[in-house]
Nanobody
Framework: QVQLVESGGGLVQAGGSLRLSCIVSGTIFSLNPMGWYRQVPGKQRELVATVSIGQNVPYYAEDVKGRFTASRDNPKNTAYLDMRNLKPEDTGVYYC????????WGQGTQVTVSS
Protein backbone atom coordinates (compact mmCIF):
# COMPACT_ATOMS: atom_id res chain seq x y z
CA GLN A 1 0.00 0.00 0.00
CA VAL A 2 1.44 3.34 -1.07
CA GLN A 3 1.39 6.05 1.57
CA LEU A 4 2.42 9.68 1.39
CA VAL A 5 2.84 11.73 4.55
CA GLU A 6 3.41 15.47 4.32
CA SER A 7 4.83 17.72 7.00
CA GLY A 8 6.39 21.14 7.39
CA GLY A 9 3.42 23.42 6.98
CA GLY A 10 2.67 26.24 9.37
CA LEU A 11 2.06 29.92 9.85
CA VAL A 12 4.66 32.28 8.44
CA GLN A 13 4.85 35.97 7.70
CA ALA A 14 5.04 37.24 4.15
CA GLY A 15 8.60 37.06 2.94
CA GLY A 16 9.35 34.03 5.07
CA SER A 17 10.28 30.49 4.09
CA LEU A 18 9.06 26.97 4.71
CA ARG A 19 10.18 23.51 3.67
CA LEU A 20 7.54 20.90 3.07
CA SER A 21 8.43 17.21 3.16
CA CYS A 22 6.62 14.20 1.77
CA ILE A 23 7.73 10.79 2.96
CA VAL A 24 6.69 7.99 0.62
CA SER A 25 6.34 4.31 1.47
CA GLY A 26 5.07 1.18 -0.26
CA THR A 27 6.61 1.89 -3.65
CA ILE A 28 9.98 2.26 -5.35
CA PHE A 29 10.23 5.97 -4.72
CA SER A 30 13.18 6.57 -7.04
CA LEU A 31 11.07 5.49 -10.03
CA ASN A 32 8.10 7.71 -9.23
CA PRO A 33 7.67 11.25 -10.47
CA MET A 34 5.89 13.28 -7.83
CA GLY A 35 3.94 16.47 -7.70
CA TRP A 36 3.06 19.18 -5.22
CA TYR A 37 -0.45 20.62 -5.38
CA ARG A 38 -2.13 23.48 -3.55
CA GLN A 39 -5.79 23.83 -2.71
CA VAL A 40 -7.64 26.84 -1.37
CA PRO A 41 -11.29 26.85 -0.28
CA GLY A 42 -13.68 27.07 -3.20
CA LYS A 43 -11.05 26.30 -5.83
CA GLN A 44 -9.75 23.19 -7.52
CA ARG A 45 -6.51 21.65 -6.45
CA GLU A 46 -3.78 23.08 -8.67
CA LEU A 47 -0.37 21.77 -9.59
CA VAL A 48 2.39 23.89 -8.10
CA ALA A 49 5.51 21.92 -8.97
CA THR A 50 6.68 18.52 -10.10
CA VAL A 51 9.48 16.47 -8.62
CA SER A 52 11.12 14.85 -11.61
CA ILE A 53 13.23 11.76 -11.90
CA GLY A 54 16.49 11.66 -13.78
CA GLN A 55 17.19 14.64 -16.02
CA ASN A 56 13.58 15.54 -16.70
CA VAL A 57 12.89 19.25 -16.35
CA PRO A 58 10.56 20.02 -13.46
CA TYR A 59 7.40 22.07 -13.89
CA TYR A 60 6.61 25.13 -11.81
CA ALA A 61 3.43 27.14 -11.83
CA GLU A 62 4.04 30.64 -13.11
CA ASP A 63 3.29 32.30 -9.78
CA VAL A 64 5.91 30.26 -7.88
CA LYS A 65 8.75 30.27 -10.39
CA GLY A 66 11.93 31.57 -8.84
CA ARG A 67 10.53 31.19 -5.29
CA PHE A 68 9.75 27.47 -4.94
CA THR A 69 12.11 24.56 -5.51
CA ALA A 70 10.98 20.94 -5.69
CA SER A 71 13.52 18.23 -5.00
CA ARG A 72 13.87 14.66 -3.83
CA ASP A 73 16.14 12.51 -1.69
CA ASN A 74 15.76 9.00 -3.01
CA PRO A 75 17.61 7.16 -0.19
CA LYS A 76 15.24 8.87 2.27
CA ASN A 77 12.13 8.24 0.12
CA THR A 78 11.32 11.91 0.55
CA ALA A 79 10.19 14.71 -1.73
CA TYR A 80 10.61 18.34 -0.72
CA LEU A 81 9.14 21.68 -1.60
CA ASP A 82 11.29 24.60 -0.52
CA MET A 83 9.27 27.78 -0.49
CA ARG A 84 10.83 31.19 -0.02
CA ASN A 85 9.63 34.77 -0.25
CA LEU A 86 6.19 33.51 0.63
CA LYS A 87 3.16 35.62 -0.20
CA PRO A 88 -0.34 35.62 1.32
CA GLU A 89 -1.66 34.14 -1.94
CA ASP A 90 0.50 31.06 -1.33
CA THR A 91 -1.82 30.17 1.54
CA GLY A 92 -3.53 26.82 1.16
CA VAL A 93 -3.33 23.13 1.87
CA TYR A 94 -0.39 21.55 0.09
CA TYR A 95 -0.55 17.96 -1.06
CA CYS A 96 2.03 15.68 -2.55
CA UNK A 97 0.94 13.26 -5.23
CA UNK A 98 2.36 10.09 -6.69
CA UNK A 99 2.17 10.18 -10.50
CA UNK A 100 2.65 6.42 -10.84
CA UNK A 101 0.05 3.74 -10.21
CA UNK A 102 -1.49 3.51 -7.71
CA UNK A 103 -2.07 7.24 -7.96
CA UNK A 104 -2.01 8.42 -4.37
CA TRP A 105 -2.47 11.65 -2.44
CA GLY A 106 -1.01 12.59 0.89
CA GLN A 107 -3.21 13.98 3.65
CA GLY A 108 -2.07 17.56 3.09
CA THR A 109 -0.31 20.15 5.19
CA GLN A 110 -1.64 23.65 5.85
CA VAL A 111 0.45 26.66 4.85
CA THR A 112 -0.75 30.06 6.04
CA VAL A 113 1.08 33.22 5.03
CA SER A 114 0.13 36.36 6.92
CA SER A 115 0.57 39.82 5.47
Amino acid sequence: QVQLVESGGGLVQAGGSLRLSCIVSGTIFSLNPMGWYRQVPGKQRELVATVSIGQNVPYYAEDVKGRFTASRDNPKNTAYLDMRNLKPEDTGVYYCYNFERPYTWGQGTQVTVSS
